[in-house]
Nanobody, 130 residues
Framework: VQLQASGGGLVQAGGSLRLSCAASGRTFSSYAMGWFRQAPGKEREFVAAISWSGGSTLYADYVKGRFTISRDNAKNTVYLQMNSLKPEDTAVYYC????????????????????????WGQGTQVTVSS
């Protein structure tokens, strides 16, 4: 599967952005999807994940209550709605796909670890100014 992330940009602190990740292929609904981010000089970190049906979601503590992950399997697209953005949210954001037939995203199913994902998009830059 090929992933194409978009929607990044420059926004002031407190603002919002919505990232999109479009996937090719006919088996999109077989994949759990995740968003990760990487700031300069830092390791890639988990942001959010969603199960194949959308019925299970998981968030990192530092985005919980501000970000919302969702998906539209009919459009082969996963979204990340980011509200109340902070300067520390500045990073390149990546979407990723993991083959996961169990309809649960959790630490146990490996959906918080970058190495557990099978496919990656190219990343989109998000910059939050103070």
């Amino acid at each position: 599967v090929q992933l194409q992330a978009s929607g990044g940009g420059l926004v002031q602190a407190g603002g919002s952005l919505r990232l999109s990740c479009a996937a090719s292929g006919r088996t999109f609904s077989s994949y759990a999807m995740g968003w990760f981010r990487q700031a300069p000089g830092k390791e890639r970190e988990f942001v959010a994940a969603i199960s194949w049906s959308g019925g299970s979601t998981l968030y990192a503590d530092y985005v919980k209550g501000r970000f919302t992950i969702s998906r539209d399997n009919a459009k082969n697209t996963v979204y990340l709605q980011m509200n109340s953005l902070k300067p520390e949210d500045t990073a390149v954001y990546y979407c990723a796909a993991k083959i996961l037939l169990v309809d649960v995203v959790s630490v146990v199913t490996g959906t918080t670890k970058a190495k557990e994902y099978d496919y990656w998009g190219q990343g989109t830059q998000v910059t939050v100014s103070s």
